[in-house]
């Protein structure tokens, strides 16, 4: 819960706070809401984000609009997660706070596209990232034009998040007939839109930077060659759960996108016909990519060959994941970062990853059925700046005080173990003068 008495005590004392995180907490009263506008009258910024429940129910609306009318300077809110919040709250904050330009408002379940409308329309002057989810109604949620113009009217507007919403591809394009500066478009899980929708947006607004289109089933490899031509300024997407994207989805987003640092193509078709699709390389030699993160976990069809071929390009990644790609049995690459979850990965496949990632600091090993200790005392021995290695689910490594205490005395830098299923209790009481590293 929000620390009352606290925070009334440091406000008498700190009488310049202009930002407060309350994110995450257990609980939260209406009273904290009257709290806050009382004792902090000069906060910009305000997250109080997904709280565990809402004790009592009461006053919350009154509590928000006690904020609205107290913090006149605000500029950022994040009430994600705030099940209370409706229209007519909405409404109040945008009418009050003058030089609002933030607000997140994701899984307020209460908000209707008609009353963001009318909430949107009293701050667009100002308004530069709105990140927002509405009721809806299934297919026969129709977007009204109302609503079109009024996020189409927010001039200022960089980030538009409407993740899990039901959109149109009208919306889409009134956006791209304002040439609204987007740098941020995130419409991930979004329903009700097409191919169509997402590349007038994009042929309009070039200056996209972040682009999250997870779950878009309608992108194949020839899409994603047209809609990745259009941004050359480009740093991460999200195509997760695009299922018919391939290598070749990939090698046009590496050509066409070259400050491209972060893709995250989970779920995808990655490594499917790969002979067919063999052109994908010259692109990859041809346009070394900047990547630092790479993320293509449940690929079922990604195997060694891909990944070795990545690893001599991808020279300055830093963070792989392939979680449960069931076909990789061994890749070499220079990493920090390391998720091998639930793969076939063997002690011999260890050994060559520590050979060649010796500056890997967190290596995950999480359900990988074949690894036993030796596999780990290569890891370990190898790896020179080692701080993280998880082993849970692991049920051929067999763990005691006594291995891991010459884990610590070989590797120093190690300070998070996480055991596997038949490390006891017993065993971690013998290790409290491991007080550097710790082991879960």
Known sequence: TIPAIGLRAFSKKITTLISLVCSNI??????????????????????????????????????????????????????????????????HLCK???????????????????????????????????????????????????F???????????????????????????????????????????????????FSLLSKCQGIQHLDLQNADFMTDHRDAKVSSLLGDLVSINLNKCRKLTNS??????????????????????GKNVAKNSNYLMNFVLNPPRLKSFYMAHNSWLKDESLIIFSSILTNLQLLDLSDCDCISEQVSNLEVLNLSDTNVVDETLYAISKNCRGLLQIILEGCLLVTMKGVKHVVENCTQLREINLRDCDKVHLNANSVSLMVFSRPSLRKITAPPNFHLSEKKKLLSHQLCIVW
């Open 249 to 270: 989805a990939l090698s046009a987003l590496v050509s066409n996108c070259p400050l491209l640092s972060d893709i995250k193509m989970e779920h995808t078709s990655i």
């Open 96 to 146: 009050n706070c003058e030089f609002l330009e933030q607000v997140m408002m994701m899984n307020c379940s209460l908000l209707t596209h008609h009353g963001i409308a009318y909430a949107i329309r009293e701050r667009r002057q100002t308004l530069r990232s709105l990140s927002i989810r509405w009721r809806s109604y299934g297919s026969n949620d129709i977007i009204s034009s109302h």
């Open 26 to 91: 257990e609980s939260i009263y209406g009273t904290d809401l009257f709290l806050i506008a009382e004792c902090f009258p000069l906060l910009e910024e305000l997250d109080l984000s997904n709280p565990g429940e809402f004790a009592n129910h009461v006053n919350f609306l009154d509590g928000l609009d006690a904020l609205s009318l107290a913090l006149f300077k605000l500029r950022k809110i994040n009430l994600s997660g705030h099940c209370y919040v409706n229209d007519s709250s909405l409404l």
């Open 148 to 198: 079109v113009d009024s996020l189409a009217n927010l001039k200022g507007l960089t980030s538009l998040d409407l993740s899990s919403s039901r959109i149109s591809d009208k919306l889409l394009t009134s956006i791209a007939m304002r040439g609204l500066p987007l740098r941020k478009l995130v419409l991930q899980n979004c329903t009700g839109y097409s191919y169509v929708g997402i």
